[in-house]
């Protein structure tokens, strides 16, 4: 592990793994720089991967001010660390930071984003019920009502209390009204994606009731967009399939 500071001081781990171009790994809600090992070792034999711990996650600096502005600050940091123009592979609301930070101008040489939710439900109204309930300290409440929000049945959300991994989801709940609104109000962006003048790949799996609706939008709205369904996947597909697809893509 190094670190980086953002721009505003914040320190942010960063994992360096294989050799190549570097591949910047941006994850979404709930995940960390050990989320996506697995899409890791699919890469490193072609590229030079970077993951890393979003603010407020595993072994960086705390959340702070919750913008969206601070989350490109942070990738704009480690995008600086590879010391190039690097591809950036955004997983669910870790596209939207992807999007954001090329439409504002930080350089990178191509991009690929899984199923960004830009749909309805991830309201800013909803961003701001996740923000009471935290300050209220209802840490588990929120990650309950964010769980529901995504599709998790009660029984399931249920499982989850019971076991051991419960815990984690409380520590880093602050970090939940962020990803509700990086989904931008359950709007694509388009004014933002006509701004990315970079190839862009919106991927999506077809099981979804929104994802492939949302990808061919993204595609459409990027001035070099494009997107590609992945037939018989939902949003937890696999990484395997995915190493292949974003692969395939940067080379």
């Known amino acids: 592990m190094t670190c980086t500071r953002s721009a505003d001081g914040t320190v942010i781990a960063v994992d360096r793994t294989g050799t190549g171009p570097a591949l910047i790994v941006v994850v979404g809600a709930f995940g960390d ?3 996506k090992k697995s ?3 699919g890469l ?3 590229f030079t991967v970077f993951e890393y711990d979003r603010r407020g996650r595993g072994e960086s600096g705390p959340v702070g001010d919750v913008t969206v502005e601070r989350e490109v600050e942070d990738l704009a940091a480690v995008v600086a ?11 669910s609301s870790g596209g939207a930071i992807a999007i954001a930070a090329a439409a504002a101008g930080i350089e990178v040489r191509k991009i690929a984003v899984y199923e960004v939710p830009y749909t309805q439900g ?8 996740l923000s009471a309930l935290v300050s209220a300290g209802e840490r588990s409440e929120a990650v309950e009502r964010f769980l529901m929000l995504v599709g998790t049945p009660p029984e399931a959300i249920e499982g989850m209390k019971q076991g051991p ?3 984690h989801l409380e520590s880093i ?3 939940l009204p962020i990803d509700v609104r990086l989904c931008n109000d359950g709007r694509v962006p ?5 701004k990315v003048t970079v190839p862009l790949l919106a991927l999506a799996g077809d099981r979804g009731p929104w994802a492939v609706n949302v990808a061919n939008s993204i595609a459409t709205a990027a001035p070099r967009g494009g997107s590609q369904i992945l037939a018989g996947y939902g949003h937890d597909v696999p990484d395997a399939v995915l190493s292949r697809a974003v692969s395939a893509f940067f080379d």
């Open 33 to 35: 720089r050990q989320s």
């Open 190 to 194: 388009k004014d933002q994606l006509a």
């Open 122 to 129: 991830p309201s800013f109204a909803f961003a701001d019920e």
């Open 165 to 167: 991994f419960w815990p």
């Open 173 to 175: 709940a602050a970090t």
């Open 39 to 41: 899409l890791s070792v």
């Open 44 to 46: 490193a034999d072609r």
């Open 81 to 91: 660390q590879t010391g190039e123009s690097p591809f950036v592979f955004g997983d």
